[in-house]
C-alpha cells in the first residue's frame, strides 16, 4: 500500500503496549473483525496520540501504514477515537483491564455472563441490577458504582485535556485539586490553571481560554498575562520586581493585547491587591511587584530590624580572651582576618562571613559553636539543603539541619509550625550556604527567629544566586546595615592541590592552572560533542572508579550548564543511565523511564512529602502496577505516585545551577561552546567549588577562557537592601 494514501481502521484493543503520558503518544495492539479486508492478520499495532485508551474498548483510527526498521509494519495514525466495546468478548476484557477498581478478570466473566451485551448499560443506568450477580455483595456492588462513576468523570477530563494537550498525569493533577466540578471550573477561568497547577503554564491556559469563547482582549486574559509576566520575570531572572513599562511591553508581546487595555488590567490588579506599584523617587518610573515577592521583602527587613533592636540573651562576651581560649583548644592561632571576623561575630547581634572556598569560613563557624557552647548557650545550625546541612554536620562537628525541617512544615494547617506566632528556640543561629537562599524562604525564616536571636549568616557572594527570586546575601551586604567580613586568603590547600587555587583564579579572572602528573584538578580537551559525551561516560563509569577507587553512582557527579542539547542534562542521563543502570524493573514518564536503582532529583518543594528542590536520592523500589517508585533521600523512603513522578528527574548528570549547596568527592564538568549563552565566571567558579577531592574538566578551552572572561552579572531587581537602610 502507498504510504500516502490514508485509510481507516477499525477493531477491538488488545492491549496496550506503551503509552506516554505527557504527550499521549500510544502504541496499540488490535484484533480486527473477520470483515475487514486485512482480517488475515487477525492483529495490528497501531501507533499514534490519544489520552484515554483502555483494553477492550473499540477502536477506530485514520492514517497511514508505514514499516518501522524495529518493530516493522505499523498503523500510523492521525486521529484515533476509542469507544466503549459492543461485543461481549470486549466488554469483558474492557471491565477486566483494571479500568474499574474492584472489578477483576473472574468477576468481569460473572458481570458479563449476567447482563451480556447490556452490561454497561446496566453500570451507566441500572447499576443497582448488580444485585443479580451470582455472589456478589452489597459492599462490593458500591464499590463498583462508586469506581464506575469515577471512571465516566475521569475519562471526560482525559478527554478534554487532549482536547489542549494537558497530558494525563497533569489532568490528574488538576481534578485532585478542583474535584469532579474540574473542567467547569477550568472553563470558567481557564488561567487558574497556570496560577495553581505546578508544570502548566500561560500558554496552555490561554489556548482553552480562547477555545471556550474568551476574547482575544478580554479583561481576564490581560489581568493573568500581567501576573504571569511578573511570574516570569521572578522565575527566570531572579527579579522581584519590574517597571511598568518593561512589564507592559512583555505582556503585550505575550498575548498582542493594546497596552492601554494592558494598562487598565495591571490597576485593577493593583486595586484588588494581587499586584503591588511602589515608586523609588518621587516623579520616577513604578516599580510592580506580585505581592508575593513585595511582601516577603517587607517582612525580612522588618525582622532583621527587629533583631537588631534586641538585646542578646546572654552577657556580651570579651572577643579577645574567648579567641584566645579557642586557639588553645584548637592547638592553633587564627589568622588576622580570620581573628577579625570572630571577633566582628561574638560582637554583633547580626553578622555576615563571606568568601570562596578554603579560606576559612568553617573554621570560624566551628570555633563560633564551640565558644558559644562553652558557655551553655543553644546553638542552632542550618543550611539550605540536605546536603549543605550533611556537610556542615560533619566539618563543624555539631547537627545542624535544612532550614525547612528547621521550620517544620504542618500538612494539617499548610504552613510552617514555627513562625511568628510560634517562634523558635535558640540564642544562636548559625546559617550556612546563604548565597542559595531566596526571598520567600528567607522572609519565613526571619520570622520564626526568637528577638533575642544572636545571627550568623555565612555564604559566598560569588556563587551563582538563588534558584528562587531575590538576592538576599548581596543584599544584606549592600544595604551596610549588617556588619560583614570577606575572607579572601587562602587556608585550606592540600600538597599540590589545584581545586581551591583554580577556584579562585576563575574568580579572579585568571587563567586555570593545570600541572602534570597526579592531581585533583584535570582538563580534557575534547571540541566533539558526542566524543565529549562518550568520554564523560568512560570517566565516570571506568576511569575514575579505578584511579581513585570511588564509587561512580554514590561519589561522582557529571555537571553541565544547560538541560538541552546534546552536552544537556537530558541527553547526558539517558546515556550515563544506559552506561549504569541499563536494566532492572522500571516504570515510564513523559518519555523517562525510572528503573530500581538510579539516582533522581526532586524538581521542586514538596512539603507533604518533606521533599525539596535540589535534593537528591536513590529509586529503590517500582511497583510497575500503580506506576509508583520508592526513592530513598538519605535514607528515609519516600512514595511518588504516577501523578508525582514529573517532580522527579535523572540526576546522573544535572546542571551547575541545580548542583549548588551541594559538595561531591568528584565532578565531571563539561564546559564547551555548545553552552556559550550561558558561559559566566560564577557559573564555572560554581562547577568547580563542587568538587572535594577531584574536578575534572572537559571540553573546549576556548569555552573555560569565554566563561573566565564573562564577569558581566545581569543584576536581580530586589529592593531588600533599600528597605534595611530606610528601616
Not at 443 to 455: I, M, S
Not at 515 to 523: A, E, L, T
Not at 532 to 544: D, G, H, L, P, Q
Not at 641 to 653: F, P, S, W
Request: proline fraction near 4%; charge should be neutral.
Amino acid at each position: 500500500m502507498d504510504a500516502d494514501t490514508k485509510e481507516i481502521v477499525e477493531g477491538t484493543i488488545k492491549s496496550v503496549v506503551y503509552r506516554n503520558e505527557a504527550n499521549g503518544y500510544t502504541v496499540l495492539h488490535v484484533e480486527l473483525p473477520s470483515a475487514f479486508e486485512l482480517a488475515r492478520l487477525n492483529e495490528i499495532t497501531i501507533v499514534g496520540k490519544t489520552q484515554a485508551a483502555w483494553e477492550g474498548e473499540e477502536v477506530r483510527a485514520e492514517g497511514v501504514w508505514v514499516t518501522d526498521k524495529v518493530h516493522g509494519r505499523q498503523f500510523k495514525a492521525e486521529n484515533i477515537t476509542c469507544v466503549a466495546p459492543k461485543s461481549i468478548v470486549g466488554i469483558e476484557r474492557y471491565l477486566a483491564s483494571g479500568l474499574i477498581k474492584g472489578i477483576g478478570k473472574v468477576l468481569a466473566r460473572r458481570i458479563v455472563e449476567t447482563f451480556g451485551e447490556n452490561t454497561l448499560n446496566v453500570l451507566n443506568h441500572q447499576s443497582a441490577r448488580l444485585a443479580e450477580v451470582p455472589k456478589l455483595g452489597r459492599a462490593k456492588i458500591e464499590q463498583i458504582r462508586r469506581a464506575w462513576k469515577a471512571n465516566e468523570t475521569m475519562r471526560e477530563n482525559l478527554i478534554f485535556g487532549q482536547t489542549y494537550g494537558i497530558s494525563i498525569t497533569k489532568m490528574t493533577k488538576i481534578v485532585r485539586k478542583y474535584g469532579p466540578d474540574a473542567i467547569a471550573i477550568v472553563k470558567a477561568d481557564p488561567y487558574r490553571l497556570c496560577r495553581e497547577i505546578w508544570g502548566i503554564g500561560f500558554a496552555t491556559a490561554d489556548k482553552i481560554a480562547l477555545s471556550v469563547g474568551l476574547a482575544k482582549d478580554s479583561p481576564l486574559r490581560a489581568r493573568a498575562s500581567i501576573a504571569y509576566t511578573l511570574e516570569t520575570e521572578a522565575e527566570d531572572g531572579g527579579h522581584c520586581w519590574t517597571y511598568e513599562n518593561d512589564l507592559l511591553l512583555h505582556a503585550n508581546e505575550l498575548t498582542e493585547i493594546p497596552t492601554e487595555i494592558l494598562g487598565a488590567a495591571l490597576e485593577s490588579e493593583i486595586a484588588d491587591g494581587r499586584v503591588i506599584a511602589e515608586s523609588a523617587d518621587a516623579g520616577g518610573p513604578r516599580r510592580i511587584y506580585l505581592k508575593s515577592y513585595w511582601w516577603p521583602e517587607k517582612k525580612v527587613a522588618a525582622h532583621v530590624q527587629r533583631i537588631l533592636r534586641t538585646d542578646a540573651s546572654f552577657p556580651a562576651i570579651a572577643a579577645d580572651r574567648a579567641i584566645a581560649w579557642w586557639e588553645k583548644g584548637a592547638g592553633f592561632s587564627l589568622a588576622n582576618e580570620q581573628s577579625t571576623a570572630l571577633a566582628r561575630c561574638l560582637g554583633a547581634k547580626f553578622s555576615i562571613i563571606t568568601g570562596g572556598p578554603g579560606v576559612g569560613k568553617t573554621t570560624i563557624i566551628r570555633a563560633l559553636v564551640e565558644i558559644y557552647g562553652a558557655r551553655k548557650l543553644k546553638v542552632v545550625l542550618a543550611a539550605p539543603t540536605g546536603r549543605a546541612a550533611k556537610r556542615m554536620t560533619e566539618s563543624v562537628g555539631a547537627d545542624a539541619k535544612t532550614i525547612h525541617r528547621l521550620l517544620k512544615w504542618n500538612p494539617v494547617t499548610n504552613k510552617f509550625t514555627f513562625d511568628e506566632e510560634n517562634r523558635l528556640e535558640g540564642d544562636v543561629f548559625i546559617f550556612d550556604e546563604t548565597s542559595m537562599i531566596d526571598i520567600k524562604l528567607a522572609a519565613e525564616l526571619f520570622a520564626a527567629l526568637p528577638d533575642a536571636a544572636t545571627v550568623v549568616w555565612v555564604g559566598d557572594t560569588d556563587q551563582l544566586p538563588s534558584v528562587g527570586a531575590g538576592s538576599v546575601l548581596g543584599d544584606f551586604i549592600k544595604s551596610g546595615v549588617i556588619p560583614s567580613t570577606r575572607l579572601d586568603r587562602i587556608f585550606r590547600q592540600a600538597a599540590g592541590g589545584l581545586i581551591v587555587l583554580n577556584a579562585h583564579h576563575v574568580n579572579a579572572g585568571e587563567p586555570i592552572e593545570v600541572r602534570p602528573g597526579d592531581s585533583d584538578f584535570y582538563f580534557v580537551r575534547i571540541e566533539d560533542p558526542a566524543q565529549c559525551v562518550r568520554r564523560a561516560i568512560e570517566f565516570m563509569t571506568t576511569r575514575i572508579p579505578h584511579k581513585f577507587g570511588l564509587d561512580p553512582l554514590q561519589d561522582v557527579q557529571v555537571l553541565t550548564p544547560m538541560r538541552r542539547n546534546l552536552l544537556g542534562t537530558e541527553n547526558l542521563n539517558v546515556e550515563l543511565q544506559k552506561a549504569l543502570n541499563p536494566t532492572g524493573d522500571a516504570v515510564v514518564r513523559g518519555g523517562t523511564t525510572f528503573r530500581v536503582g538510579d539516582r533522581v532529583m526532586q524538581l521542586r518543594n514538596n512539603y507533604d512529602k518533606d521533599v525539596y528542590n535540589g535534593d537528591v536520592g536513590f529509586i529503590r523500589a517500582v511497583d510497575a502496577d500503580s506506576r509508583s517508585v520508592t526513592v530513598t533521600f538519605d535514607g528515609r523512603p519516600v512514595t511518588y505516585d504516577a501523578g508525582d513522578l514529573d517532580e522527579l528527574v535523572l540526576a546522573y548528570a544535572t546542571t551547575i545551577h541545580k548542583s549548588q549547596g551541594s559538595e561531591y568527592p568528584a565532578v565531571i564538568v563539561l564546559i564547551h561552546t555548545q553552552h556559550y549563552v550561558m558561559l559566566q565566571r560564577n557559573l564555572l567558579y560554581t562547577a568547580i567549588t563542587r568538587g572535594r577531592k577531584l574536578v575534572l574538566l572537559m571540553g573546549v578551552p576556548y569555552a573555560v577562557s569565554r566563561a573566565i572572561e564573562t564577569s558581566t552579572v545581569r543584576e536581580r531587581r530586589t529592593s531588600l537592601a533599600e528597605r534595611l537602610r530606610e528601616a
